[in-house]
């Protein structure tokens, strides 16, 4: 069985689900950094598009019940590997120890120019 997650206000580019949730896992779709109250792409650079992603990821998390400290897992996606530190110090802000286990992998493009995308899993 398949549930679909998405919290008030989720906008998708695409035809997915924020979430979907499977025995007792939380599979979140990868979120770019899109600022949901206007719609548009935060642009201030690596540090807040990271957390904007977080912001997003989280309110997927809270509308299953959820909260960080669910997570197990988490894949970043940058286009810049330049940018790796920056994005660090804003990741660090969202998790505590144990950490969840991470992947960062650099990549040509995003959607919609975003510089970072970050997906997550979670245990129900």
Same mark, same amino acid.
Not at 31 to 45: C, E, F, K, M, N
Not at 71 to 76: E, F, I, L, Q
Not at 93 to 102: D, G, I, L, S
């Given at each position: 069985m398949r549930e679909?997650?998405?919290?008030?206000?989720?906008? *998708? @580019? %695409?035809?997915?689900?924020p979430a979907i949730a499977s025995q007792g896992v939380l599979y979140c779709s990868g979120?770019?950094?899109?600022?949901?109250?206007?719609?548009?792409?935060?642009?201030?650079?690596v540090g807040d598009q990271t957390r904007q992603c977080f912001a997003n990821l989280f309110a997927v998390l809270a509308a299953a019940g959820l909260d960080g400290?669910?997570?197990? *897992? @988490? %894949?970043?996606?940058?286009?810049?590997?330049?940018?790796?530190?920056?994005?660090?110090?804003a990741y660090a802000?969202?998790?505590?120890?144990?950490?969840?286990?991470?992947t960062t992998i650099g990549v040509a493009a995003l959607p919609l120019g975003a510089s970072v995308e970050i997906q997550l899993t979670a245990q129900m």
């Open positions: 679909a997650i998405s919290p008030p206000g989720a906008a *998708s @580019v %695409g035809p997915y689900s979120q770019t950094p899109i600022d949901p109250a206007t719609g548009s792409l935060v642009d201030s650079g400290s669910a997570v197990v *897992s @988490v %894949g970043v996606f940058l286009t810049d590997m330049s940018d790796f530190s920056e994005m660090n110090v802000e969202h998790f505590t120890e144990p950490y969840p286990a991470r």
